[in-house]
């Protein structure tokens, strides 16, 4: 039986009070802004607030050395447009974008006060947690400790750093997309009967089951999204859940971030795995950017989350909120004398919004599509992106339903229209062109690698036709459109797919991203949802378009160049990017391993570990062994004993003795064990000299 706590419609005002993002006033820690009077010179504000610890923060100079100790703020400052300020972030944070090549100053728990010291900051963000941040740097930077505990916290947080770095419209702008968001899901929850109404938990733990505390922003994130959030009776950031607790509750629904999936085992004991959300195969996994952090996605995370616990309700468009109509277009720059018009189309369908490439000729002309085969008479091409909370609203329908109905949206005609179909935002669009005397080549890419990524001729394919007849297969997640300004025949059009396809696989390796089915073995080689077309084009005749052509020199640099920048502005991935995101790429948990390593003080360990991986020599030695482990994996090395003896040159190095690296059974690939290990002998041994 199920506590009456825990009914549906329990507490009806207040869950509608959640739902709508308010929380009372009196609950605000962002007190208040004071302005000094008279006129204020370049570089001079006159900013005061209290931060979530109460203390009183006046500030009379914009900051220009900041230091961003959390990645949720880290996210607020760059999405501001303040990213140009940041001169050290933790290794956490990688969207948005902006982050990409900022000083690493440690980790989130554990930061490098050296580090952070030599950055010579004027305003540090930090969080509670981090031991020895305000002893070290009261009265030498401003400390400012923003911890939001609810959405109206969040929104008033990135209000005040709106002010702080004199971004205020864009701050309001910011707010205003994610309130827009939360009314909209407000709205749709409206429709849902009470009795209907789900309970909801948030996953966390790697060893046993936990959770976010009662006063957590992640609880409102449920309440928001419609669901019923259970009360423990603890707060806290995290908190540890009783199997008694967990039956008493018996949630409907979980959900976690990609980290989160190891609590899958514990799931499928006796006991825990007798609840409604196993039972039913209701759990959910989001981007741990957006399940763990208060910052600029509230609405949007929530938009999502609701959407996976009420799919069925918000696809039946008796639910529907908006119209399904065409809301903005925006024009996008292309010289080519055949296209007519290039465009953005922004339209509403199924109450949530989509984006479209839309690329339309003066004339019909052929294509040939990777998603269709050859079409003639086409007068547009399109790339059209579902976000996310839309993926599973139309899975009973089908590919050509789904189709259907978005070309009607858009006022296209499926004679005339040949359309991609991705989920990879079309703000995330990289347009690439090369030139070589009169040829042009323009490739426009949207790409996105962390969840779908495959390595061809090695990972597995999961989707047997003859089984899914009336499945839908995930919208694409590297799209290429080719145009050119010559006129390409059929032979090179065909042959243009392959130059195109050997230039992402080359951009992906290069940049190694790894297979995310594979990820500490395996470079990939695309994604299992990629498509292309190629345009016909309009010009000279063009019959080649392989390796060996200056046409398909072209097309391999303008996809090359595409893809890499796709992934930046989709992912946050560049080529530079640290040791510690290539670790998280294969999968490879420092807190886990320091507890393999040492049990008894795990977290020392890892912090002596992140101290050693942030000096440039021993980042790239652990680089060098990923490459080499590689090799070994496909049996381009075969004799690992040099890799071996340089690992142990370098443990000895990092303790300043000779010590002894440890036999590893953990699961990774052996060289790449062999190297970190070597590191954490090194940091072991160090630690035992002093």
Same mark, same amino acid.
């Given at each position: 039986?199920?506590?009456? =706590?825990?009914?549906?419609?329990? &507490?009806?005002?207040?869950?509608?009070?959640?739902?709508?993002?308010?929380?009372?006033?009196?609950?605000?820690?962002?007190?208040?802004? /004071?302005?000094?009077?008279?006129?204020?010179?370049?570089?001079?504000?006159?900013?005061?607030?209290?931060?979530?610890?109460?203390?009183?923060?006046?500030?009379?100079?914009?900051?220009?050395?900041?230091?961003?100790?959390?990645?949720?703020?880290?996210?607020?400052?760059?999405?501001?447009?303040?990213?140009?300020?940041?001169? +050290? %972030?933790?290794?956490?944070?990688?969207?948005? $974008?902006?982050?990409?090549?900022?000083?690493?100053?440690?980790?989130?728990?554990?930061?490098?006060?050296?580090?952070?010291?030599?950055?010579?900051?004027?305003?540090?963000?930090?969080?509670?947690?981090?031991?020895?941040?305000?002893? @070290?740097?009261?009265?030498?930077?401003?400390?400012?400790?923003?911890? $939001?505990?609810?959405?109206?916290?969040?929104?008033?947080?990135?209000?005040?750093?709106?002010?702080?770095?004199?971004?205020?419209?864009?701050?309001?702008?910011?707010?205003?997309?994610?309130?827009?968001?939360?009314?909209?899901? !407000?709205?749709?929850?409206?429709?849902?009967?009470?009795?209907?109404?789900?309970?909801? #938990?948030?996953?966390?733990?790697?060893?046993?089951?936990?959770?976010?505390?009662?006063?957590?922003?992640?609880?409102?994130?449920? *309440?928001?999204?419609?669901?019923?959030?259970?009360?423990?009776?603890?707060?806290?950031?995290?908190?540890?859940?009783?199997?008694?607790?967990?039956?008493?509750?018996?949630?409907?629904?979980?959900?976690?971030?990609?980290?989160?999936?190891?609590?899958?085992?514990?799931?499928?004991?006796?006991?825990?795995?007798?609840?409604?959300?196993?039972?039913?195969?209701?759990?959910?996994?989001?981007?741990?950017?957006?399940?763990?952090?208060?910052?600029?996605?509230?609405?949007?995370?929530?938009?999502?989350?609701?959407?996976?616990?009420?799919? &069925?309700?918000?696809?039946?468009?008796?639910?529907?909120?908006?119209?399904? =109509?065409?809301?903005? @277009? *925006?024009?996008?720059?292309?010289?080519?004398?055949?296209?007519?018009?290039?465009?953005?189309?922004?339209?509403?369908?199924?109450?949530?919004?989509?984006?479209?490439?839309? /690329?339309?000729?003066?004339?019909?002309?052929?294509?040939?599509?990777? /998603?269709?085969?050859?079409?003639?008479? %086409?007068?547009?091409?399109?790339?059209?992106?579902?976000?996310?909370?839309?993926?599973?609203?139309?899975?009973?329908?089908?590919?050509?339903?789904?189709?259907?109905?978005? #070309?009607?949206?858009?006022?296209?005609?499926?004679?005339?229209?040949?359309?991609?179909?991705?989920?990879?935002?079309?703000?995330?669009?990289?347009?690439?062109?090369?030139?070589?005397?009169?040829?042009?080549?323009?490739?426009?890419?949207?790409?996105?690698?962390?969840?779908?990524?495959?390595?061809?001729?090695?990972?597995?394919?999961?989707?047997?036709?003859?089984?899914?007849?009336?499945?839908?297969?995930?919208?694409?997640?590297?799209?290429?459109?080719?145009?050119?300004?010559?006129?390409?025949?059929? @032979?090179?059009?065909? @042959?243009?797919?392959?130059?195109?396809?050997?230039?992402?696989?080359?951009?992906?390796?290069?940049?190694?991203?790894?297979?995310?089915?594979? *990820?500490?073995?395996?470079?990939?080689?695309?994604?299992?949802?990629?498509?292309?077309?190629?345009?016909?084009?309009?010009?000279?005749?063009?019959?080649?378009?392989?390796?060996?052509?200056?046409?398909?020199?072209?097309?391999?640099?303008?996809?090359?160049?595409?893809?890499?920048?796709?992934?930046?502005? !989709?992912?946050?991935?560049?080529?530079?990017?640290?040791?510690?995101?290539? /670790?998280?790429?294969?999968?490879?948990?420092?807190?886990?391993?320091?507890?393999?390593?040492?049990?008894?003080?795990?977290?020392?360990?890892? =912090?002596?570990?992140?101290?050693?991986?942030?000096?440039?020599?021993?980042?790239?030695?652990?680089?060098?062994? #990923?490459?080499?482990?590689?090799?070994?994996?496909?049996?381009? %090395?075969?004799?690992?004993?040099?890799?071996?003896?340089?690992?142990?040159?370098?443990?000895?190095?990092?303790? +300043?003795?000779?010590?002894?690296?440890?036999?590893?059974?953990? &699961?990774?690939?052996?060289?790449?064990?062999?190297?970190?290990?070597?590191?954490?002998?090194?940091?072991?041994?160090?630690?035992?000299?002093?």
């Amino acid at each position: 039986m199920i506590p009456k =706590k825990y009914e549906q419609g329990h &507490d009806h005002n207040r869950m509608q009070r959640h739902n709508a993002g308010i929380m009372p006033l009196a609950n605000l820690i962002m007190i208040f802004f /004071l302005f000094m009077p008279g006129p204020l010179h370049a570089g001079q504000i006159a900013v005061s607030f209290r931060d979530s610890s109460a203390n009183k923060i006046v500030l009379h100079q914009r900051p220009q050395r900041v230091v961003s100790l959390v990645p949720s703020i880290t996210e607020i400052i760059a999405r501001l447009g303040a990213a140009d300020l940041l001169r +050290g %972030i933790t290794y956490h944070s990688v969207l948005p $974008p902006e982050t990409a090549g900022k000083n690493i100053v440690g980790g989130f728990l554990s930061p490098d006060l050296d580090k952070v010291a030599a950055q010579k900051p004027d305003i540090i963000f930090y969080s509670p947690m981090q031991k020895g941040v305000v002893s @070290r740097f009261a009265g030498k930077a401003t400390l400012v400790n923003f911890s $939001p505990q609810g959405l109206d916290q969040t929104f008033a947080q990135i209000r005040i750093i709106g002010r702080i770095f004199g971004k205020e419209e864009k701050a309001e702008k910011i707010i205003s997309e994610e309130k827009n968001r939360l009314h909209l899901i !407000q709205q749709k929850i409206s429709l849902i009967p009470e009795s209907k109404r789900q309970r909801v #938990m948030r996953i966390m733990g790697r060893e046993t089951i936990m959770t976010p505390g009662d006063d957590s922003f992640q609880n409102e994130y449920i *309440r928001a999204a419609g669901g019923i959030a259970p009360e423990f009776g603890e707060k806290g950031a995290i908190i540890p859940v009783s199997l008694a607790q967990w039956q008493e509750f018996d949630p409907q629904v979980v959900y976690g971030c990609g980290g989160d999936r190891r609590v899958l085992d514990i799931l499928n004991k006796p006991g825990w795995r007798d609840v409604a959300a196993v039972r039913n195969k209701k759990i959910l996994f989001f981007p741990c950017d957006l399940t763990c952090r208060a910052a600029t996605h509230g609405g949007y995370f929530v938009s999502w989350l609701a959407a996976g616990i009420y799919g &069925d309700d918000f696809g039946n468009p008796k639910n529907f909120v908006l119209p399904e =109509k065409v809301v903005t @277009r *925006r024009p996008v720059a292309i010289d080519l004398d055949y296209v007519r018009q290039a465009e953005i189309i922004e339209s509403d369908i199924k109450d949530f919004r989509n984006k479209t490439l839309a /690329l339309h000729f003066k004339r019909p002309m052929t294509v040939v599509s990777t /998603l269709e085969g050859q079409r003639d008479h %086409i007068s547009t091409v399109a790339n059209h992106y579902f976000p996310p909370p839309s993926w599973g609203l139309g899975h009973q329908q089908g590919l050509a339903a789904l189709r259907d109905q978005t #070309m009607a949206v858009l006022g296209f005609d499926y004679r005339d229209t040949a359309m991609l179909f991705t989920g990879a935002d079309m703000d995330n669009l990289a347009v690439s062109t090369k030139t070589f005397r009169d040829m042009e080549v323009t490739a426009f890419v949207t790409a996105g690698v962390t969840g779908n990524a495959v390595r061809m001729g090695a990972d597995s394919g999961a989707f047997y036709e003859p089984d899914s007849r009336n499945k839908v297969e995930k919208p694409g997640t590297i799209n290429i459109i080719l145009l050119s300004n010559m006129e390409l025949s059929p @032979r090179a059009m065909t @042959r243009a797919i392959i130059s195109a396809t050997e230039a992402k696989s080359a951009a992906l390796q290069d940049m190694d991203i790894r297979s995310s089915f594979s *990820r500490s073995r395996n470079q990939a080689t695309g994604t299992g949802t990629d498509n292309i077309i190629v345009v016909q084009g309009a010009g000279e005749a063009i019959d080649s378009t392989g390796g060996h052509s200056k046409m398909g020199e072209l097309i391999a640099k303008a996809v090359y160049d595409g893809v890499q920048k796709a992934i930046h502005l !989709q992912n946050g991935l560049v080529l530079e990017r640290s040791v510690f995101q290539r /670790l998280k790429e294969r999968k490879v948990d420092l807190f886990a391993l320091s507890q393999h390593f040492n049990v008894v003080d795990a977290a020392s360990l890892q =912090k002596g570990v992140e101290g050693v991986l942030m000096q440039k020599k021993y980042a790239d030695f652990l680089k060098a062994v #990923m490459a080499v482990s590689d090799d070994y994996e496909h049996g381009l %090395i075969q004799d690992s004993n040099g890799i071996s003896l340089w690992c142990e040159t370098v443990a000895s190095e990092i303790a +300043g003795h000779k010590v002894q690296i440890s036999n590893e059974n953990f &699961d990774l690939p052996p060289v790449l064990a062999r190297g970190l290990a070597a590191i954490y002998a090194g940091v072991a041994g160090k630690d035992e000299a002093l």
